[in-house]
């Protein structure tokens, strides 16, 4: 199976992906979890759903209903739960819990980039805050502006492949396609965006732009933001085209400005993109490193100086450890580390002649394609897994960030021994994993999962775990954020990042483009 055959699913409030394809916690697994002191919470009794007090005004249903008509403005209990937050894990257990609020007071559903900009003029006219929303898949309280009402836009009838130009090799896609109709509508004309993040089965087109979200296959195929070429935004001010050409010199490229505005200063309807034929050839293999750092030198090697796979993944020794029981896939030993490398389109066998001379060189073993394709396979399957070990009462979570190559090893250390402190101070203590997924010239990025015990109030555990990994990143020189966006969580880490002068420059354009401030206010931007 490819991505292009994986159908668009509608996530489930509360839990992750296609409640079809729920999984079982193996019973290693669960034996791993009592040497962390995890224990199964006494069931709860359901709640019946409460809604918040306050709602659409009926001024505002008026308007919207003008706009858009009655059929497509919804404001019953359900449909707003549904677009209530994002797929965090205090999200997730937000929901559990049945904590309604940044509820939505009405969610609409506009039908094309007209009636997208229509809604935002007339919205600001009467002081109406908007939150965009296709798949919902945020992991950073980007869909959940705090402490106001609002309107969630959400853009699933914006829908269509609008245009292939098979010259240029470009694609234009409305915001509201999900990637894998993406992959399965360019497939038909034999092309592929190679966009594989691990949310590929719930996100959308315009998602991946609003976060400069970064798929699995970034080596080969590049990030995101690398694959925009073109842009149309609604903002209140009106309609903003941008992408003339591939590449210009006249003045700032603001293509830039938009892609990763996680719609603070307007709502992306449609992107153009680069897309490139369907592999012909795919291959994925498996190698063992002795150490981390010793892997990290090689996959520095293919990243700086090539041939560079089109996926290149790299996890550390707990990681490797807990994905890979089996001694036997490493060689028949314990430790060592494992780093998966991936091959996509023409030349595959001389590429990975070519890669593998190099990862020998640099101390590697390979262990064949067995590891590579039981990835490949599973590479969806890891969302699944955070719903059971939130029923067994284990607090799972990751997060991520990016450094240059010299900065990377103390980067990982201080993040780890953070979190480590920080959840062993609550009587907690976790099991850190660590794996290096997006490889560029001049650094990488690092990607953290963590699993401990939850307390008795496990958001409030992990936002303080959160605060001391984001400390600790800030102190080793990373970035707050490589690929899950701003949102709120991020948001003063991303200020101190940037600095003051920055920062009034971003509130002046959006002074700009949103005047009344209704662009989901309090993401991305402090003070919005």
Not at 13 to 24: A, F, K, L, Q, Y
Not at 100 to 109: E, F, G, K, L, S
Not at 189 to 216: D, K, M, N, V
Request: with cysteine.
């Amino acid at each position: 199976m490819t991505e292009s055959d994986l159908p668009v699913v509608q996530l489930t409030p509360g839990r992750w992906g296609d409640p079809d394809h729920s999984v079982d916690l193996p019973a290693a697994a669960l034996e791993a979890l009592k040497h962390l002191g995890v224990n199964r919470p006494a069931g709860r009794r359901d709640e019946e759903l409460v809604a918040p007090e306050g709602g659409l005004a009926g001024g505002a249903r008026e308007m919207l209903e003008k706009v858009l008509g009655s059929e497509q403005v919804k404001t019953d209990l359900e449909t707003r739960w549904a677009h209530t937050r994002g797929y965090s894990t205090p999200d997730l257990l937000r929901h559990r819990a049945g904590d309604t609020t940044d509820m939505p007071v009405a969610v609409v559903y506009p039908g094309s980039h007209d009636e997208v900009q229509a809604l935002l003029i007339a919205c600001s006219e009467q002081h109406v805050a908007v939150v965009p929303y296709a798949g919902g898949t945020s992991v950073v309280g980007g869909l959940a502006p705090q402490g106001i009402e609002f309107v969630a836009v959400d853009l699933r009838r914006l829908n269509r492949l609008v245009r292939i130009d098979e010259i240029s090799r470009t694609a234009t896609l409305e915001a509201g396609v999900r990637g894998t109709a993406a992959e399965a509508l360019l497939a038909e004309h034999g092309y592929t965006l190679g966009h594989f993040p691990q949310s590929y089965e719930g996100a959308s087109i315009g998602g991946y732009a609003a976060t400069r979200s970064s798929g699995q296959s970034s080596a080969g195929y590049g990030r995101f933001d690398q694959m925009v070429v073109g842009l149309t935004v609604a903002t209140p001010r009106g309609t903003i085209e941008l992408g003339r050409a591939p590449m210009s010199a006249a003045g700032p490229d603001l293509r830039q400005l938009f892609l990763g505005s996680e719609g603070t200063l307007g709502i992306i309807t449609s992107v153009v993109l680069r897309v490139r034929p369907r592999p012909a050839e795919r291959s994925f293999e498996g190698w063992k490193f002795a150490s981390f750092d010793d892997g990290l030198a090689a996959i520095r090697g293919l990243a700086q100086d090539g041939p560079l796979p089109t996926v290149l993944r790299l996890s550390d020794e707990a990681e490797t450890a807990v994905n890979l029981a089996d001694p036997d896939v490493l060689g028949g030993s314990t430790g060592g580390v494992l780093a998966i490398v991936g091959f996509e389109g023409a030349r595959t066998a001389v590429r990975r002649a070519e890669v593998a001379d190099v990862l020998t060189a640099a101390g590697g073993e390979s262990l064949g394609e067995g590891p590579g394709e039981t990835w490949r396979q599973g590479r969806y399957r890891a969302p699944y897994l955070r719903d059971p070990l939130l029923d067994e009462g284990a607090l799972v979570e990751t997060l991520e960030t990016a450094g240059f190559w010299s900065t990377l090893p103390a980067l990982k250390a201080k993040v780890t021994e953070a979190l480590v402190a920080a959840l062993s101070e609550q009587g907690t203590p976790p099991l850190v994993l660590c794996h290096v997924s997006h490889v560029y010239e001049t650094g990488a990025s690092l990607y953290f999962t963590v699993i401990s015990a939850q307390t008795d109030d496990p958001v409030a555990q992990w936002r303080q775990a959160k605060a001391a990994a984001n400390r600790a990143i800030a102190a080793a020189g990373g970035t707050i954020t490589h690929h899950h966006a701003v949102g709120t969580d991020h948001r003063a880490g991303y200020e101190r990042e940037i600095g003051a002068i920055a920062v009034e420059t971003l509130q002046a354009v959006k002074r700009v483009l949103d005047p009344h401030g209704i662009l989901n206010p309090g993401i991305l931007i402090p003070n919005s």
